[in-house]
């Protein structure tokens, strides 16, 4: 198994207070919003910082509405944003099927699964990478022997088959909070997920940032590195949609002052990912 690079994620990064297929089902999606007056978004509650809890909160709940905003001013009259919950099976048919008009959470950016699922990733606007969460105590070997906790179906569980043999890993896992509390009951060595999702839910469980460590898997002593894009609508017909979003997230004043209300306090977690995919 490749070396496992320890950080300190925790004690640098979380110091906190705490555009469907090529046919588009729901015709133009400007012209739809004009129509009803509502911008549709599908949003997690699993995903601390992206979107969290009963009543949702976090960037991507600001984004919506930030947006929304931006688009009462172009069409001259009052947008409503309405949250749809997304999950990670859900996230692409709510898309392709029309019931929202962008997925925003943590969605690593990948070409093969744009063509897969046949949506279009807007520009990105996180940068993370697979980590696995242990408790403080563990060594390089328990981690290199022991069993690693993962949800199916996501891109962490791709990069662990990479380094692991199927044996050591579990994938019966539906969410981040119950791997990081099976960690903490000593059910499984580690539990692995993109690193800025495991602090977050450790930091919404209330767990000691002292009684835990993150390691962080490498391939060719580079890190499983992910960028975070909004699901939008595939096809041609959704071109001027995808070109919205992206001017939201990229160029919009507002865009930024929302990623900046969420994330800034994480530049060094940031900064480090960003050295280490380079």
């Known amino acids: 198994m490749n070396k496992l690079l320890k950080l300190a994620i925790i004690s640098c990064g979380f110091v906190l207070s705490l555009g469907f297929t090529g046919e588009s089902l729901a015709g133009n999606i400007e012209t739809e919003i004009k129509e009803t007056g509502v911008l549709k978004v599908g949003v997690r509650d699993d995903s601390p910082l992206f979107g969290f809890g009963e009543n949702p909160v976090g960037y991507c709940v600001d984004f919506a509405q930030e947006l929304a905003n931006s688009l009462t001013q172009e069409m001259g009259q009052e947008i409503k944003v309405e949250l749809v919950t997304s999950t990670t099976p859900t996230r692409w048919d709510l898309v392709k099927n029309g019931s929202v008009h962008l997925e925003c959470g943590p969605n690593t950016?990948?070409?093969?699964?744009?063509?897969?699922?046949?949506?279009?990733?807007?520009?990105?606007?996180?940068?993370?990478?697979?980590?696995?969460?242990?408790?403080?105590?563990?060594?390089?070997?328990?981690?290199?022997?022991?069993?690693?906790?993962?949800?199916?179906?996501?891109?962490?569980?791709?990069?662990?088959?990479?380094?692991?043999?199927?044996?050591?890993?579990?994938?019966?896992?539906?969410?981040?909070?119950?791997?990081?509390?099976?960690?903490?009951?000593?059910?499984?060595?580690?539990?692995?997920?993109?690193?800025?999702?495991?602090?977050?839910?450790?930091?919404?469980?209330?767990?000691?940032?002292?009684?835990?460590n993150f390691v962080t898997p490498l391939i060719n002593e580079r890190p499983f590195c992910a960028a975070y894009g909004m699901i939008l609508p595939g096809g041609d017909d959704n071109i001027e949609w995808q070109a919205t979003v992206n001017n939201a997230i990229t160029n919009s004043g507002q865009g930024k002052q929302v990623w900046d209300t969420w994330f800034t306090n994480l530049l060094p977690y940031i900064d480090s990912v960003l050295k280490a995919c380079q």
Not at 175 to 200: H, P
């Open 109 to 212: 950016i990948s070409p093969a699964t744009e063509t897969e699922q046949n949506i279009k990733f807007s520009q990105a606007f996180f940068v993370t990478a697979t980590q696995i969460l242990v408790n403080a105590d563990a060594t390089e070997e328990s981690v290199s022997n022991g069993t690693i906790g993962i949800i199916a179906g996501t891109s962490n569980e791709k990069d662990l088959r990479v380094i692991y043999p199927e044996a050591q890993l579990d994938n019966a896992f539906t969410s981040r909070s119950e791997g990081v509390e099976a960690v903490q009951l000593g059910k499984i060595t580690g539990f692995a997920s993109d690193g800025i999702l495991l602090g977050g839910t450790a930091l919404a469980l209330g767990v000691d940032p002292a009684s835990i």
